[in-house]
């Protein structure tokens, strides 16, 4: 039995979602005492995959070939399937990016499988991994377990996993060339997917401060204004603000907005619904305000206040510029 990982690089940059599939692997590979291997697709990757090796994992496959320089669906397909036909691991793992939605689930299919998408966290059960996924658009979560014979595939949620918590290590590098057919490669390359630009990108930042219903109506948004830029921090919302045009969409965290993983994480006003708790649960430090001692966003704080958020979070500016003299 073995586990790998598919990292995911685009013109010599790595999706950041790629260490975070890797800490899964390393997590799921200590749990179920097996190896952990990665692999890189793309052309020119050596240096990617001498990064890659000073990770923990028993080996880094370098998947080369030129054409896998631009990504196309066919090359990608007939690339990982050989690798892992040649090295037949048991479980495949996936950042859940647009390209491996692309991809992955024709690469399942070659396997007679199904690709187990957007999975939020792993754990394992009588030595076998059961994945968790949101379903009805996170009001519920289903556990998904593996029968038969592998390999299995899945695709990781960004922020199911802490960056943070990849441990280093030293491993060898092998190249692995694919035999691919430029006949068989229908598509023509394109330039890849990018989304709609944001004037805020929540996913970088280090501390964010979130505001919910509990803050009333827009003129009060000010208050919390005020915290963010006391701590330096990014200003965000739960859905309700921001379909009530008191916010940007951009500024939306949870399943339907930006999932993000900060250093520090302040809940102010949010009671803590599923959909929001999705896409905030990566934070490494959780903070609620909540005047409801019941919310359910305390279940999920490291440090919680109850009270009038009207009343705390002018005290905290206070507290904070005295910090900060």
């Not at 890189?40 to 890659?52: C, Q, R, W």
């Amino acid at each position: 039995m073995s586990i790998l990982v598919v990292l995911e690089q685009t013109a010599g940059k790595w999706n950041r979602m790629s260490w975070e599939t890797l800490v899964a692997g390393q997590q799921l590979a200590a749990e179920l005492a097996t190896d952990l291997h990665a692999a890189i697709p793309g052309s020119g990757i050596g240096a990617l995959a001498a990064e890659a090796a000073t990770k923990k994992c028993a080996k880094v496959y370098a998947v080369e070939h030129e054409l896998l320089k631009d990504y196309t669906a066919d090359a990608y397909t007939a690339a990982v399937e050989a690798l892992i036909r040649a090295t037949n691991p048991t479980l495949v793992l996936f950042p859940h990016s647009y390209q491996v939605r692309d991809f992955a689930p024709k690469l399942a299919t070659r396997f007679s499988q199904v690709l187990i998408s957007d999975v939020i966290a792993v754990r394992v059960e009588a030595g076998s991994p059961v994945f968790v996924r949101l379903l009805f658009q996170g009001k519920l979560n289903g556990d998904v377990r593996v029968v038969g014979g592998g390999p299995y595939f899945a695709s990781l949620q960004a922020g199911s996993f802490r960056a943070d918590s990849l441990e280093a290590g030293s491993a060898p590098v092998e190249n692995f060339a694919p035999s691919l057919d430029a006949a068989a490669i229908r598509q023509k390359p394109e330039a890849p997917f990018r989304e709609s630009a944001r004037a805020v990108d929540l996913t970088t930042a280090e501390i964010i401060v979130s505001v919910g219903r509990g803050i009333k109506e827009k003129e009060n948004i000010h208050v919390v204004e005020e915290l963010a830029q006391a701590l330096g921090a990014e200003l965000a919302a739960s859905r309700p603000i921001c379909d009530a045009g008191w916010l940007p969409m951009e500024r939306q965290v949870g399943s339907s907005g930006q999932t993000v993983a900060p250093k520090v994480y302040m809940a102010i006003g949010i009671s803590g619904a599923i959909q929001h708790l999705v896409g905030m649960k990566g934070a490494k430090t959780i903070v609620a305000i909540n005047k409801d001692a019941n919310a359910p966003i305390f279940e999920v704080a490291d440090y919680g206040i109850v009270g009038d958020l009207f009343e705390v979070v002018p005290a905290l500016v206070e507290e904070v510029k005295k910090a900060k003299g």
